[in-house]
């Protein structure tokens, strides 16, 4: 990875705020990430739209990605049932959904049993047009 990295995040299934795990890209690689929003942002960035944030990103192949896919799908079916009021809180897929549930273990174990990511890096997290991205602070242009 060079300093001038951009990634694109293409899934996630945390958040606040920002995506806080997912699935980014970057030329044709996919990586798993975590990331966590800095409260100390450097006065260097001050003028740059984005959250400062750190990432750590771990090579991953297509059947995470694909597993993050259905995780959101079956969310946000479940989603557009609560808004029009046809469920409760209490049928959210994490408590009543056995294939929402596997799938959140298998993303858990995935990420349980990484140690040492193949990224680590700060910069900001920013959105443009609904797509989110983090770009590494060796690449931010004034």
Request: hydrophobic share 40%; glycine share 4%.
């Amino acid at each position: 990875m060079t300093p001038r990295e951009v990634f694109e995040i293409v899934v996630w299934d945390q958040w606040y705020d920002m995506p806080l795990r997912g699935i980014i890209t970057s030329r044709s690689e996919i990586f798993a990430f975590i990331a966590k929003d800095l409260e100390q942002e450097p006065p260097e960035f001050a003028d740059h739209p984005g959250t400062y944030s750190q990432l750590k990103a771990f090579p991953c192949g297509e059947d995470l990605m694909t597993l993050f896919q259905r995780k959101k799908k079956i969310f946000r079916e479940w989603r557009a049932r609560f808004d029009r009021g046809e469920v409760a809180t209490s049928t959210h897929p994490l408590l009543v959904d056995a294939e929402f549930q596997r799938i959140a273990d298998e993303i858990n174990q995935y990420f349980n049993r990484q140690s040492s990511p193949a990224i680590e890096q700060m910069g900001l997290l920013w959105s443009e047009s609904g797509r989110f991205f983090f770009e590494c602070s060796g690449s931010l242009s004034t």
